[in-house]
């Protein structure tokens, strides 16, 4: 499916990048991360690769496991997914 109009990014996939930026920027793994968010390792893999879009209930969960609020963390999803895609995959870093 095509980003919606004005979009550069399919929400899910700036959702997955914003998540594993933070996740690595805090030094966690995904079992860490997943075992203070009360969530399935795999689970935070597919939300971070973009594969599975993320409940209410989950971000509520994920935002304090990295010490950031709901808010701020889907600001941050928001600004990403209105940038405009380049040519090329961002680094993984």
Known sequence: MPPAKGMGVEPEIA???VLRELRKGRDLSQEVLALESGLERNYVSL????????SLKTIFKLAPALGI????FMS???IRASEKRSG?????G
């Open 88 to 92: 090329k995959a961002r680094s993984k």
């Open 15 to 17: 959702f997955g990048q």
């Open 69 to 72: 609020s709901v808010a701020e």
């Open 47 to 54: 939300l971070e690769l973009g594969r599975n879009s993320a």
């Open 76 to 78: 941050m999803v928001e």
